[in-house]
């Protein structure tokens, strides 16, 4: 049995992920945002700086080649300690490692993510993703493995003061895990109401009803999130994604993640090569082989090493 579930580290990918500021290049965030992994693996590759070292962790972690998202991010941890955005993203990496190691392994890397977690924190009280995750992981993880309910408490408290919409989600996720599910709706239900960005927090609530089986609520959800005026681009994203895991309306689904694509407001939490991949996934169910290997090819120009990808395509040709 593994000791970390893999929800705690597999929920990282979809939420809360920031660009990080500084010394970043440009050139290559764009990159980043743009989903162009290959071009950005050969603008970083030959750079040794911290923030170079980082952009490249996160290169990797979108491929999702955790080995490699954890070797470099560790180096931009050691070259500069003090950005706590390094510590953050290093300890999503061990995340999502320790979610697919041995449970030996896991429990190693899930106390690095936990330490990377808690030290980011420290370095940015204000951190609201750091806070977020950090919660996160205290919620799923055993004691055993230093997670408690109390603590994830703590720092919705704390989150609290500074984003209270995204207080109610650290408390939903807590009510979920203690099984008081219409304690957890009620906290999801008040986030959306409290947040700036609505359509998020309904798309937080979807993947509630969808990880219950409450399929119909899951797709009204949705429809609600993509009702919401003012919404960002990456909501399609989301909205495709989660109507694809739902099992509901997949011509929908390809439509939004079109939506998305065509935005030109294309970001690092939703690269487009995974958007490819999607609509892939989405053709494959519908039963349009064609249009699926058109977009493995699509999501592969892009990151030409995302082994889902090369998989489905030799699967439909």
Same mark, same amino acid.
């Given at each position: ?48 700086? /911290?923030?170079?070292?980082?952009? =490249?962790? $996160? @290169?990797?972690?979108?491929?999702? %080649?955790? &080995?490699? #998202? ?94 209270? /919409?995204?207080?109610?989600?650290? =408390?939903? $996720? @807590?009510?979920?895990?203690?099984? %008081?599910? &219409?304690? #957890? ?133």
């Amino acid at each position: 049995m593994k000791v970390v579930c893999p929800k705690f580290a597999i929920i990282f990918v979809l939420l809360f992920v920031l660009v990080t500021a500084g010394t970043a290049d440009p050139a290559t965030t764009q990159l980043l945002s743009m989903g162009r992994m290959d071009d950005a693996l050969l603008a970083l590759s030959s750079r040794g700086d /911290a923030e170079s070292l980082n952009q =490249l962790s $996160r @290169v990797y972690y979108a491929m999702e %080649q955790w &080995d490699d #998202a954890v070797k470099y991010g560790e180096r931009a941890v050691q070259l500069d300690p003090s950005d706590p955005m390094y510590h953050l993203w290093l300890a999503r990496e061990y995340g999502r490692k320790a979610a697919d190691s041995s449970p030996l392994a896991a429990a190693g890397l899930a106390r690095k993510a936990k330490n990377e977690f808690e030290r980011a924190v420290q370095l940015d009280p204000a951190n609201i993703p750091a806070r977020v995750d950090l919660a996160e992981y205290y919620t799923e993880a055993p004691a055993i493995m230093g997670g408690g309910f109390d603590k994830a408490r703590g720092q919705a408290a704390q989150v609290q003061k500074l984003n209270p /919409a995204m207080a109610h989600l650290i =408390l939903a $996720r @807590v009510a979920d895990k203690e099984k %008081q599910y &219409d304690k #957890a709706e009620d906290e999801f239900r008040a986030g959306v109401k409290q947040a700036k960005n609505r359509a998020d927090m309904w798309l937080q609530l979807a993947a509630f009803y969808r990880a219950h089986g409450r399929l119909d609520e899951m797709q009204m959800a949705v429809i609600s999130a993509m009702a919401e005026p003012g919404k960002p681009a990456e909501s399609y994203f989301d909205a495709g994604k989660e109507l694809y895991l739902g099992g509901r309306n997949f011509s929908g689904a390809v439509q939004y993640l079109q939506s998305y694509l065509s935005s030109g407001e294309l970001v690092e939490s939703a690269p487009a090569f995974r958007a490819h991949y999607l609509i892939g996934q989405l053709s494959e169910k519908m039963g349009n082989n064609s249009t699926a290997a058109s977009e493995y090819h699509a999501s592969l120009a892009l990151a030409s090493g995302y082994e889902p990808a090369k998989k489905a395509l030799s699967r439909v040709q």
